[in-house]
Nanobody
Framework: QVQLVESGGGLVQAGGSLRLSCAAS????????MGWFRRAPGKDREFVAT????????YYADSVKGRFTISRDNAKNTVYLQMNSLKPEDTAVYYC??????????????????WGQGTQVTVSS
């Protein structure tokens, strides 16, 4: 059974940092891209960042570029999202996901077939 478990969310002041972790099990995740998405209150879920299994290809949404860093540890089957310079508009439930696309990054929700339960990130002004 495939499981993705996020952790690391919480409440932080604007300008602060958080690191999210996503522990994966039940699949050979190193062969697939991993991604982070988020859903803000009243909005659709949106793409945040993705990384190829080798870590060689990374892509970010414009809204987080330069502030967020995605990384992965294949030996631990874990993907991370380091979030710096957080803004109130970053407040959302953050989800990690494993794509169905082997060997390349993926930015669309439809390209992901496994999802975590989400972790809340709240940034106060």
């Amino acid at each position: 059974q495939v499981q993705l478990v996020e952790s690391g969310g919480g409440l932080v002041q604007a300008g602060g940092s958080l690191r999210l972790s996503c522990a994966a099990s039940g699949r050979t995740f190193r062969d697939y891209a991993m991604g982070w998405f988020r859903r803000a209150p009243g909005k659709d879920r949106e793409f945040v960042a993705t990384i190829k299994w080798s870590g060689g290809s990374i892509y970010y949404a414009d809204s987080v570029k330069g502030r967020f860093t995605i990384s992965r540890d294949n030996a631990k089957n874990t993907v991370y999202l380091q979030m710096n310079s957080l803004k109130p508009e970053d407040t959302a439930v953050y989800y990690c996901a494993s794509s169905s696309m082997a060997g390349r990054i993926a930015v669309r929700e439809s390209e992901y077939n496994y999802w975590g339960q989400g972790t809340q990130v709240t940034v106060s002004s």
